[in-house]
């Protein structure tokens, strides 16, 4: 299994991203997708997530209107497009998904991090 976030870097107060985290290993298709993110400091925090065929997303208050959550089963790749970036929004972005199998057993997969750095 394998979730490899991209995508992260250096970017102006007011700037924009777009994270991606190519997945494999897994039924990518069948699986809820997020974004968590973990300033310095501070605990791991949700960000933003998209259900299996993407029908549904949330995100936390502080994101919603500046992020959007998507996603690209024929890819296996799910994105995360972060525009009017605040320097509070420093932090490691991870991917993370949640695919429930028979008999709901539940595997949670993590990768291992992308940094967004948010200054001036």
């Known amino acids: 299994v394998q979730l490899v976030e991209s995508g992260g870097g250096l970017v102006q107060p007011g700037g924009s991203l777009r994270l991606s985290c190519a997945a494999s290993?897994?039924?990518?298709?069948?699986?809820?997708m997020s974004w968590h993110r973990q300033a310095p400091g501070k605990g791991r925090e949700l960000v933003a997530r998209i259900t299996s065929n993407g029908g549904r997303t949330n995100y936390a208050d502080s994101m919603k209107g500046r992020f959007t959550i998507s996603r690209d089963n024929a890819k296996n790749t799910v994105y995360l497009q972060m525009n009017s970036l605040k320097a509070e929004d420093t932090a490691v972005y991870y991917c993370?998904?949640?695919?429930?199998?028979?008999?709901?057993?539940?595997?949670?997969?993590w990768g291992q991090g992308t940094q967004v750095t948010v200054s001036s």
């Open positions: 993370n998904a949640v695919w429930t199998a028979a008999w709901d057993k539940v595997y949670t997969y």
């Open positions: 290993g897994f039924p990518f298709s069948r699986s809820d």
